[in-house]
């Protein structure tokens, strides 16, 4: 029996907002962990040297990169969420035509196709 569009899209809202919800799960753990190793290292700093310093700066570093990274993919979730709420969901942003069922399958806060996608990494490039 086909699905029909309402609950198509209800299942995908459902994915979405999954996703969203263990991104926020995900950068509250690391944000509390980050908070953790900033205490640690406050009052475990006496006799750094510079290899020391240097590995808790290097370690804060990645910890942010991480935080940022999760922050970045939440927005993209949001964002998509954002889109099927106002029913442009699963169209490119760039060229208007529909985005491959495969290809939100795979990344379902895919916003562009893949020959948008593509023109845009080599602008970047």
Same mark, same amino acid.
């Given at each position: 029996?086909?699905?029909?569009?309402? /609950?198509?899209?209800?299942?995908? %809202?459902?994915? !979405?907002?999954? $996703?969203?919800?263990?991104?926020? *799960?995900?950068?509250?753990?690391?944000?509390?962990?980050?908070?953790?190793?900033?205490?640690?290292?406050?009052?475990?700093?006496?006799?750094?040297?510079?290899?020391?310093?240097?590995?808790?700066?290097?370690?804060?570093? /990645?910890?942010?990169?991480?935080? %940022?990274?999760? !922050?970045?993919? $939440?927005?993209?979730?949001?964002? *998509?969420?954002?889109?099927?709420?106002?029913?442009?969901?699963?169209?490119?942003?760039?060229?208007?035509?529909?985005?491959?069922?495969?290809?939100?399958?795979?990344?379902?806060?895919?916003?562009?196709?893949?020959?948008?996608?593509?023109?845009?990494?080599? %602008?970047?490039?």
């Amino acid at each position: 029996m086909p699905v029909d569009e309402a /609950t198509r899209t209800e299942q995908i %809202r459902l994915t !979405l907002l999954a $996703r969203y919800d263990e991104l926020t *799960a995900e950068y509250e753990a690391e944000h509390e962990r980050g908070q953790v190793l900033r205490l640690v290292e406050v009052s475990d700093s006496a006799g750094d040297d510079q290899a020391d310093s240097g590995s808790k700066t290097a370690e804060r570093d /990645t910890a942010g990169s991480v935080l %940022r990274t999760i !922050l970045d993919r $939440r927005d993209q979730y949001e964002h *998509a969420l954002n889109r099927l709420a106002a029913g442009g969901y699963g169209s490119c942003e760039g060229c208007a035509a529909p985005i491959p069922v495969e290809r939100l399958e795979i990344f379902p806060a895919a916003t562009t196709c893949v020959a948008c996608k593509q023109t845009r990494e080599r %602008r970047a490039a």
